[in-house]
């Protein structure tokens, strides 16, 4: 016998032992519509557009199956619970070591909720069962985060709840979307290396198409144009965007006269550090180096220590919260760009 739940929710009784429990999933199966679907109908939400055909369809899966909302009546009755998905593909094993979790889960708490975060590692099975899980836990919203900055097909079940993406970007500009500001980021990185003085500026930048790729080549532009220096293509290099990548461009480098040099990332300026110390070249004596990521097992510790610009990755974690609670700023035309800040070691 099932008991009264808060607001008149009611709660189920525990399945038998060795059964089960009926979930939102399978009612969204037997009933041939999605898991929101359902929590619509059996939450009874006010402006739902679902047909009456599809509700009975649900009522009836809902009557055949047993199901029975339970650990969550409460937040049912009120239309979401006080958790905030995170859905990752490989994020919480990067060197970032997850960062933007750290920065949501910290925001997500200062404003009365919990994070509940689901890293897939990439697996499309994996990352589907997780994002049904948050539904059926009536989640106030889902970040959907990358771990590294590309344009994502958004999984069509995202699209049931609140949902804002975070260090990717969909083609649908509908949708929310916190990214670094990777242009800013490489006008910073360059204009360090003007302000020390060096006017003859090589970018090592990656051979990935991607948006890194292009930001960081259009802000080395802007800070050139900006100083008044012509743009010398013989002065950006392409390379691998990893330590041998460096290491091969530093002849290259040496070459084209470049007094300062500003790197895809970290793992590409500590190859060049190599790449120049194979060549009898010191850094900052000889070549200034800037890099891009702040990899601090790397940027930190190399000698010496690397000045570099980081990716913004607790702040973006952070935003993305703030931006599905609707709080502070706000993306335009679904982007909200996150300042890149420069961190100054030694290699200038």
Known sequence: MSNAGPEGAEDSARPARGQQAVTMRDVARLAGVSVATVSHVVNDKQGARIGEAARERVRNAV??????????AKSLVQ????FIGLVADAIATTPFAGQIIHGAQDEAWKHGYVLLVANTEGNAEAED?????MLEHQVRGILYSTWFHRR????????ETDL???DCFAD????AAVVPDERQGGRAATQMLLDAGHDRIALINTTTPSPAHDGRLAGYHDALTASGIPHDASLVLDALPEQEGGYSAARQVVESGATGVFCHNDRVAMGLYDGLRDLGLRVPEDIAVVGFD???VIAAHLRPPLTTVALPHYEMGAAGVRALLGIGQTPQNSLLLVECPVVARASI
């Open 63 to 72: 009557e055949e199956l047993g199901y029975r909302p339970n650990a969550f």
């Open 79 to 82: 239309g979401h619970s006080r």
């Open 129 to 133: 069962s997780a994002i049904t899980m």
């Open 152 to 159: 994502v097909d958004v999984p069509p079940t995202l699209k």
């Open 164 to 166: 804002v993406l975070v």
């Open 172 to 175: 649908d500009e509908t949708i």
């Open 294 to 296: 702040n990899q601090e």
